[in-house]
């Protein structure tokens, strides 16, 4: 700083040019660099904005048998602006699959009753549930990701979700899915 001012013919001007670098320095330095959090919140804003556009919420069913994940799956859906619907027994899920009008569904492999990749086989290929084939179908399983992937091949399975997945990534994933194949009945 010394040696700047001596050799300056106005030490003010130098004085002050000095002065802004530090201080514009010390607040880049000072200024937060965004979380994960923060940026997976702006990217839960982005998707709950596209699916507002929509004219109607889309429906989202979680067949899935643990009450927990229902709720971490459930919850943050909704706050993206999803209508969902939760549901812990496979023979249950087929009657709802049946009854109602569904943008997506989340099918567990694990459940008691109908297991999720007999539910997915049947609504993806039989005729009586003709206009539930057209639903996006993701298998929900904590199966390393080669066998998660045969199995969706297997049943016919729009995609996959894996337990260990973010809840941003399961979001992005089933809004593509509906943009792509608007809600059916």
């Known amino acids: 700083l ?3 001012l ?3 013919e106005n030490p003010e001007s130098s004085f002050q040019k000095i002065a802004s670098s530090i201080i514009g320095n010390t607040i880049d330095a000072l200024t ?3 979380t994960a959090t923060e940026i997976s919140s702006r990217t839960t804003k982005k998707v709950a904005i596209a ?3 929509t004219e109607k919420k889309p429906k989202l069913l979680v067949i899935i048998n643990s009450p927990t994940i ?3 799956i459930s919850r943050y859906m909704q706050r993206l602006g999803y209508d969902v619907q939760a549901i812990t027994n496979g023979k249950t899920a087929l009657s709802v699959v049946v009854a109602e009008e569904l943008s997506a569904i989340i099918l567990s492999l694990e459940l008691p009753g109908l297991s999720g990749e007999d539910l997915c086989k049947m609504i993806k ?3 009586s549930l003709s206009a539930a084939s057209e639903v996006p179908v993701f298998l929900f399983s904590s199966l390393d990701e080669e066998e998660l992937q ?3 091949n297997a049943c016919q399975a729009d995609g996959y979700i894996h337990k260990t997945w973010k809840m941003d990534k399961v979001a992005d994933i089933i809004k593509k899915a ?3 194949k608007p809600v059916v009945k």
């Open 178 to 180: 509906i943009v792509e």
């Open 150 to 152: 045969k199995k969706t």
């Open 51 to 53: 699916l507002q556009k």
């Open 32 to 34: 937060p660099t965004p």
């Open 125 to 127: 290929t039989d005729s």
């Open 70 to 72: 229902i709720l971490v």
């Open 2 to 4: 010394e040696q700047a």
């Open 6 to 8: 001596a050799n300056s």
